[in-house]
C-alpha cells in the first residue's frame, strides 16, 4: 500500500512544459478525435462493470444504473448476461468473465471482449448474484437500450416491456421511437403504450382518444386500465367522475372481453387436443398389444418409463446435443423397449395365452419387477432430462393467446405416430399378417403364416411405441421409477373407450377424453374433472360395451 | 448386499462383544446394544424422499458409534421398509417397538403416514422422531416434531411476500392431502386476518403426481394479470413440481413477475429437474445447504463422505433427523436410561445448535425453535437466502389463526401435561394427542 501513495519524483521544468503540452494536444484529440473518446467510455464501462461484482447485492441496482447511462453496444450484452447468470469473475484475477458450463468446470470468455479464455475448474470463479428484484432492474434497463435495436422482434419485446411500467422518462422515449419506428407491430404497440399513458392523464379529449386506441386491443394492461376506469370507492361512488369517459371504456372493455373470450376458447381447445395427444400416445401402443392381441400387459407404463429413461441415457452420452438428442431417443426408445417387450412375449405371455387373469398377474409383477430394476440402476431419485431450446417457450399467436411449443410439437409427434402406425398395419406384409393372425389365428396358420413370429413382432411394436411415448413424456413429466403407473389407467381407460382393435377408436376417443377433460377443469377442478371423466366412462360402457367404434362382423365374436 | 455385510458385521460385533463382557458383567446386562428404529420407505412413490433419511440415520448412528457409543453401549440401526404403504408404516412400527424393542424411531415422511403410526407408538409408548415441515394442528406424548410447524414456514414465507415484495393477490396452489389443506386453512385465515379479500384469494387442489398444468397455469397467469402484484404459494408435494414448474416456464411466467414459494421443493428434489425454468423462485425451509456455517460445512463434508459422492445434496428435513438423533443422545445421556418416559421428559428443555446458526431447543409441546429462511433457486440447485427471520422461531403446535385451536395450546410439562389443552375451558380434550 505504501508503495502506491508514494509521490512520483518531481519533474523538471522543461518536462513539465511538455507534459502540458502533450495533456493540451490530448484534450484537443479528445474534443475532435472519436475513437480517442470511445477508448476513454470503453475504460468508464470498465470501470462500471468491475463495480458489478464489489457491489453489495443492495448496491447493484445502483451499479446497474451507472453502466445503463454508458452508451456503448457491449452494454446490453453485459446486463442479459447478468440477468442469465452467466456473469463471473476470476477469483484469481478479478477478471470479468463469462462462464458457459462445460464438463466439471466453466468454459470462459471476456465479458467485454468476448475473447476466449479456455477452460476452468468449478471453484476458480464466482458469480455474480441476481435476485428477482434486480432481474425486474435489468429487464427494463436491457428494454430501454434494445429499443433501436435492428430486429423488430426485439424491439417490441423492449416496447411492452418499457410499456409495463411507464414514466414520463420512457413515454418521451417511446414518442420518439414512433416518429421513425417502421415496423407496423412495434408501431401498434408503441400507440398502445402511449394511449396507457394518454389515458392516465388529465386532458379529456386525448384521453378518449386514447380510449379509442385501446378498443380491441388484447394488451393485458389495457384490458386492466380500462376495468379500473368501472370501479367503485368504498363510498359508492365511481372513481372516474367522468361519465363520457366511463361509458366510453365501457364499451372499449366490453370489445377487448368478447375477443379474450374467442382466445380463452381457442387456447381450452389447445389444451384439450394436448391432453389427448398425450393420451392418444400413451395409449396407442396399448391399442397394439390388448386392442389387437388382446393381451392385458400390465406392464405396459413401465415399457413407457424405459423409453424416457433412454432419453436420459441419451442426453448423458451426448451432453454437448441436447438439441438434436431427441432425434436419437425416439429410434433408440423403440429398439430397446421393443426388444424388452419381444422378451417379454416370449418369455412371459407365450405361455399365458388365452388366461387373461394370469397375464393380468405376471405382467402386473413384471412391472414391479422393472420398477425396482430402475430404481436399483439409476437410483430412486427422479433423473433431470433436459428440454432442447427448440421445445421451451411458446408459439405467440398475440397476446393474450400463446401455445406452447412442447405441447404443440407433442401433439403433431402423436399424430406422426398414429398415421405411422396406421401405415404399418394397413400397408406392409407385417400388418397384414398381424391383422390375419388377430382374426382367426388358426386359419392363418393354416395359410402358413408363422404366428409365433408375428406374436411376437406385434407386442414388439407395440412396446416399440409405448417408448417412443415414453421419450414425449419424458419433455413433460419427472423421469421416475413411477412414470408409468401415472399413465397405465388412462392408456386402458382411452382404449377401451375408442374401442379395442381398433386405432381410430384410440385416436379419436383419447382427443375426445382430453377435450373434455379440459372443458370441465375450470367448472369442476383437476379432481373432481377426474371422477367424473370416469362416471362418464363407466355409464358409456354400460350402453355401449364395445366402446365408441366397436369391431364388427366376424373377427368381433372372437 | 451392503446391509447385508453391515448386519453380518454387527452381528460380529455383537457377539464379539458378548463374549468379552459376559466374563466379567453379570447376566442382568445381557443387553449389549440400543436398537434405534429406521422407518422410511426404501421402496415406492415416497422412496425418492426418505431414502436419504434413512442414509442419514445410518450415517448419524456410525459417527456416535465412533464416539463410543451411548451410555456404554453400541447403537444399533434397525432399518424396516414401510414400501410407502400407510398402513404397513404402522405394521412396521409395531414390529420395531415390540418384536424389536428399539429405543426410539426416527421415521415418516407424508402426515398420513405419520398418523397411521401414532395409535401405536402411542398404545406401545414408543418414541418417535418426526423429521419433515408439516400441517400442524397435532401434539403427541410419544412423538418429537423436528420438521417444521406452519408458523415456522408458511406464516414467515407470507410476511415476507406481503412485505418485501408487496404481493396483494395470492394463490394457494397445493396437492388435494392433509398437509396442504390445513396449511391452506391456515394460511387463508391468516391473509384474511391481514385484510386481504376473499376475491383476492384463489385455491386449487391437484391430485398427488398431476402432470397436465396446462389450465391451472393459465388460471393463475389469468388470475394475475389484474395489475396487482400476484403470488403462488406452493404446497405441491413431490414429483407433481417439475411439470408444473416447466409449465410456467413455458406459458412465459417468471419469478419476477409471478414468484412461486414452495414448501415442498428442497435441494433433493432439485437435484432430478432441470431447474432452468426455476431459477428466481422461492422456497421457504429452516436450512439450505448453501448457508454458509462451520457446522454446515462440516455437515456436509461428513454427508458427502458417508455415502461416497461428492456431488450428493443435504436438505431440510437431514438437518431435522440431525437434530432430532443429537437431542435424543444427549437426552438419554441426562436421563441415563433409554426408558420412554424418561428420555421424554428430559428431551423437553433440550438445546442442540441449529446447522444454520442459533441453538434449536425442544420445547413443551414437543417442537424446535429454529430459524425461517427465504431462498432464492439458483440454477446450479442450491438456494440464495434473501430473507430471514430476526432470531429463532418456537415451533407452534396449534395455529394461532384457526378459531377452532386458537385457545389450544400444548404442554407435556406438570401440572398440564396435555396435548391439547384448552386455555378457556381449562380442560385437556380426550383425544390422545
Redesign the interface.
Given at each position: 500500500m505504501l508503495k502506491l501513495i508514494e509521490t512520483p519524483p518531481k519533474p523538471t521544468r522543461r518536462e513539465t512544459l511538455f507534459l502540458l503540452l502533450v495533456s493540451c494536444l490530448w484534450a484537443a484529440a479528445l474534443l475532435f478525435i472519436d475513437p480517442a473518446l470511445a477508448r476513454a467510455e470503453a475504460d468508464a464501462l470498465a470501470e462500471a462493470a468491475n463495480q458489478l461484482k464489489t457491489a453489495p447485492m443492495a448496491e447493484l441496482e445502483q451499479a446497474i444504473g451507472r453502466l445503463a447511462k454508458i452508451n456503448d453496444p457491449r452494454v446490453p450484452g453485459l446486463f442479459k448476461a447478468l440477468r442469465d447468470?452467466r456473469l463471473f469473475y476470476v477469483k484469481a484475477s478479478g477478471r470479468m468473465v463469462l462462464a458457459d458450463p462445460k464438463d466439471d468446470g466453466y468454459a470462459l470468455a471476456d465479458a467485454l471482449s468476448g475473447e476466449a479464455l479456455g477452460e476452468t475448474g468449478r471453484f476458480d470463479v464466482k458469480k455474480i448474484?441476481v435476485?428477482?428484484?434486480l432481474?425486474?432492474v435489468l429487464?427494463v434497463a436491457i428494454a430501454q437500450l434494445e429499443l433501436n435495436a435492428p430486429d423488430a422482434r426485439q424491439r417490441l419485446r423492449a416496447v411492452e416491456s418499457i410499456g409495463q411500467n411507464l414514466n414520463a422518462d420512457s413515454a418521451a422515449l417511446l414518442r420518439r421511437q414512433a416518429e421513425q419506428e417502421t415496423d407496423a407491430a412495434v408501431r401498434e404497440a408503441i400507440a398502445v403504450a402511449l394511449a396507457l399513458a394518454d389515458l392516465a392523464g388529465t386532458d379529456k379529449s386525448s384521453r378518449l382518444k386514447a380510449i379509442q386506441t385501446l378498443e380491441g386491443s388484447l394488451n393485458?394492461?389495457a384490458?386492466?386500465?380500462l376495468?379500473?376506469l368501472q370501479e367503485k370507492t368504498d363510498e359508492g361512488g365511481f372513481v372516474e367522475p367522468d361519465s363520457d369517459i366511463r361509458n366510453h371504456a365501457a364499451a372499449a372493455l366490453k370489445q377487448i372481453e368478447i375477443k379474450l373470450e374467442l382466445n380463452h376458447l381457442g387456447?381450452?381447445l389447445f389444451?384439450g387436443l394436448?391432453?389427448g395427444a398425450?393420451l392418444v400416445l400413451s395409449a396407442i401402443g396399448l391399442a397394439i398389444t390388448f386392442g389387437v392381441m388382446g393381451v392385458i400387459n400390465m406392464a405396459h407404463g413401465e415399457l413407457m418409463m424405459l423409453g424416457a429413461y433412454t432419453t436420459y441415457v441419451v442426453q448423458t452420452l451426448m451432453p454437448g446435443h441436447i438439441d438434436g438428442s431427441l432425434f436419437v431417443a425416439v429410434p433408440a426408445a423403440f429398439v430397446i423397449a421393443g426388444l424388452v417387450g419381444i422378451a417379454i412375449e416370449r418369455g412371459i405371455i407365450r405361455f399365458l395365452y388365452g388366461r387373461p387373469l394370469e397375464t393380468l398377474l405376471a405382467t402386473f409383477g413384471l412391472s414391479l419387477f422393472l420398477q425396482?430394476t430402475v430404481?436399483s440402476i439409476f437410483s430412486?431419485?427422479?433423473?433431470?432430462?433436459?428440454?432442447p431450446s427448440w421445445m421451451?417457450?411458446?408459439l405467440e399467436i398475440n397476446s393474450a393467446l400463446?401455445l406452447?411449443?412442447?405441447?404443440f410439437y407433442i401433439t403433431l409427434f402423436s399424430l406422426l405416430v398414429f398415421l405411422a402406425l396406421l401405415a404399418i398395419l394397413k400397408r406392409t406384409r407385417l400388418g397384414l399378417e398381424v391383422r390375419a393372425v388377430s382374426q382367426n389365428r388358426a386359419m392363418a396358420k393354416a395359410m402358413g403364416i408363422r404366428t409365433d413370429w408375428v406374436d411376437a413382432m406385434t407386442f414388439g411394436l407395440g412396446s416399440g411405441i409405448a417408448g417412443v411415448a415414453g421419450v414425449a413424456l419424458s419433455q413433460?413429466?419427472?423421469v421416475?421409477?413411477?412414470l408409468g403407473q401415472?399413465y397405465i389407467v388412462d392408456s386402458f381407460m382411452v382404449v377401451v373407450f375408442g374401442g379395442v382393435g381398433n386405432l381410430w377408436g384410440t385416436l379419436v376417443g383419447g382427443l375426445a377424453l382430453g377435450v373434455a377433460d379440459?372443458i370441465l377443469?375450470?367448472y369442476a377442478?383437476?379432481?373432481l374433472a377426474?371422477i367424473l371423466m370416469l362416471v362418464f366412462i363407466i355409464l358409456f360402457i354400460q350402453k355401449r360395451p364395445r366402446g365408441l367404434f366397436p369391431q364388427k362382423g366376424r373377427a368381433a365374436e372372437a | 448386499m451392503n446391509r447385508l455385510i453391515k448386519t453380518l458385521r454387527s452381528v460380529g460385533a455383537v457377539t464379539a462383544l458378548t463374549v468379552l463382557t459376559g466374563l466379567a458383567a453379570t447376566p442382568a446386562q445381557a443387553e449389549d446394544t440400543i436398537k434405534v428404529g429406521i422407518l422410511h420407505s426404501l421402496s415406492g412413490t415416497m422412496a425418492i424422499s426418505e431414502t436419504t433419511l434413512k442414509d442419514t440415520m445410518l450415517m448419524l448412528i456410525e459417527a456416535q458409534n465412533k464416539k463410543g457409543g451411548l451410555l456404554g453401549k453400541k447403537l444399533e440401526p434397525v432399518v424396516v421398509d414401510p414400501a410407502s404403504n400407510w398402513p404397513l408404516f404402522a405394521e412396521k412400527a409395531r414390529e420395531l417397538l415390540q418384536k424389536q424393542k428399539v429405543a426410539a424411531i426416527f421415521g415418516c415422511w407424508t402426515s398420513v403416514s405419520r398418523k397411521s403410526v401414532l395409535p401405536v407408538v402411542e398404545e406401545l409408548n414408543g418414541l418417535l422422531f418426526y423429521p419433515v415441515q408439516y400441517e400442524g394442528e397435532e401434539s403427541s406424548k410419544n412423538v418429537f416434531y423436528t420438521g417444521a410447524a406452519p408458523n415456522q414456514q408458511a406464516i414467515p414465507a407470507v410476511d415476507y411476500l406481503m412485505n418485501d415484495l408487496k404481493v396483494k393477490r395470492w394463490v394457494l396452489a397445493g396437492t388435494d392431502y392433509v398437509y396442504p389443506r390445513t396449511t391452506n386453512k391456515i394460511l387463508e385465515a391468516y391473509l384474511k386476518s391481514k385484510g386481504v379479500k376473499p376475491a383476492d384469494i384463489m385455491i386449487n387442489y391437484t391430485p398427488f403426481g398431476h402432470s397436465d398444468w396446462q389450465s391451472i397455469v393459465a388460471d393463475i397467469k389469468k388470475f394475475g394479470s389484474t395489475g396487482k402484484k400476484t403470488a403462488v404459494v406452493s404446497t405441491i408435494n413431490g414429483d407433481a413440481n417439475v411439470p408444473f414448474y416447466k409449465e410456467l416456464g413455458n406459458q412465459g411466467i417468471t419469478a419476477d413477475k409471478l414468484p412461486v414459494v414452495a414448501f415442498s421443493v428442497g435441494e433433493e428434489e432439485l437435484s432430478g429437474i432441470d431447474t432452468k425454468p426455476l431459477v428466481g423462485h422461492l422456497a421457504a425451509w429452516n436450512y439450505f445447504m448453501s448457508v454458509d456455517t462451520q457446522e454446515n460445512a462440516a455437515f456436509i463434508k461428513q454427508w458427502q463422505a458417508f455415502i461416497k459422492n461428492p456431488k450428493r445434496v443435504t436438505n431440510d428435513p437431514m438437518e431435522a433427523h440431525y437434530i432430532g438423533f443429537n437431542m435424543w443422545v444427549k437426552a438419554v445421556e441426562k436421563a441415563g436410561t433409554t426408558d420412554t418416559d424418561a428420555v421424554a421428559k428430559a428431551l423437553i428443555g433440550v438445546e442442540f445448535p441449529n446447522l444454520t446458526g442459533g441453538v434449536a431447543k425442544m420445547n413443551k409441546a414437543h417442537h424446535l425453535s429454529k430459524p425461517v429462511l427465504i431462498g432464492e433457486i439458483q440454477e446450479d440447485g442450491q438456494f440464495q437466502t434473501v430473507w430471514q427471520t430476526k432470531g429463532l422461531v418456537d415451533g407452534d403446535a396449534w395455529s394461532d389463526f384457526l378459531p377452532e385451536s386458537k385457545p389450544i395450546i400444548a404442554d407435556w410439562t406438570p401440572p398440564i401435561n396435555c396435548g391439547n389443552y384448552n386455555t378457556k375451558t381449562k380442560k385437556c380434550s380426550g383425544q390422545k394427542y
Open positions: 447468470g448474484p435476485n428477482n428484484a432481474r425486474n429487464g393485458q394492461e384490458r386492466n386500465r376495468a379500473n387456447e381450452t389444451f394436448s391432453l398425450v425396482q430404481r430412486p431419485l427422479n433423473r433431470s432430462v433436459s428440454t421451451s417457450g411458446s400463446s406452447t411449443l412442447n405441447r413433460l413429466t419427472n421416475g421409477p413411477n401415472a379440459k377443469e375450470p377442478g383437476t379432481v377426474k | -
